[in-house]
């Protein structure tokens, strides 16, 4: 029997309205035409290293110490892509938008009323790969006053995809019982690490067409509803 639903956060229920995560629309503005089309077409390599320094460094509890991490970010992801000029100016425009600005993601429409369905019959979490922000963002739109818990990587410092850790530390300190949760996330190897441990798990496919996998697909927070009530 489900009780639980929990849910991912990125590309479950929200996106990045500029369409990546750390590229913020503003990103033109500060950097100039010139320079974001450098950063457009060399960010994947440069980002590897930028990335790594963030994992590295993931047990965050503050937006302060959040930005901090953000410095450091966007300065290698900046001058590992040759862009050098202003750039401690660009590195703290950024790292601002990406903390501190709630309205740089696009909730879902079918989001709010389909947790709200949800909540009449399952207890209903986020477990996030995330950053202190998530929870400023959650409320400006509304999610966070409708779920019963935010369970974020930053705050134990380790990530869903490490060896399941973020949900060995979801049971452990929030009560999850994975052969009563219903996991839904847009990462099969997240889900793999998830069914490992006894979760029911779906994976949400907002757009286009998924490779072979053994998760269920879903494309909204509906489709959860009702594929926790026909199946489990």
């Not at 001058?79 to 993601?105: H, M, R, W």
Request: glycine share 6%; net charge neutral.
């Amino acid at each position: 029997m489900i009780t639980t639903i929990a849910l991912d956060y990125g590309r479950v229920l929200a996106c990045p309205r500029s369409g990546h995560w750390f590229l913020p629309l503003h990103t033109w503005k500060i950097l100039g035409a010139g320079n974001t089309l450098r950063l457009a077409r060399h960010h994947r390599a440069a980002q590897h290293a930028a990335q790594q320094c963030l994992n590295n460094n993931h047990l965050v509890r503050t937006e302060q110490e959040e930005f901090e991490q953000f410095l450091v970010f966007y300065h290698k992801l900046l001058s590992g892509c040759g862009i050098t000029k202003n750039l401690e100016q660009a590195c703290q425009a950024l790292a601002q938008f990406t903390v501190y600005d709630p309205d740089k993601v696009k909730v879902y429409g079918d989001v709010l009323p389909g947790i709200a369905a949800l909540k009449a019959h399952y207890r209903v979490v986020v477990i996030s790969d995330t950053w202190p922000s998530l929870r400023s963002v959650l409320q400006h739109h509304g999610v966070l006053p409708l779920l019963d818990d935010l369970i974020m990587s930053s705050d134990y410092g380790h990530l869903k995809g490490d060896e399941g850790k973020l949900f060995h530390s979801a049971i452990e300190h929030h009560g999850i019982v994975p052969a009563e949760t219903l996991f839904v996330d847009d990462s099969a190897h997240n889900l793999d690490c998830a069914k490992a441990l006894g979760f029911h798990t779906a994976l949400m496919l907002r757009a286009g067409w998924a490779k072979r996998t053994d998760h269920p697909l879903v494309r909204n927070i509906n489709d959860v509803q009702r594929l926790a009530q026909a199946k489990f």
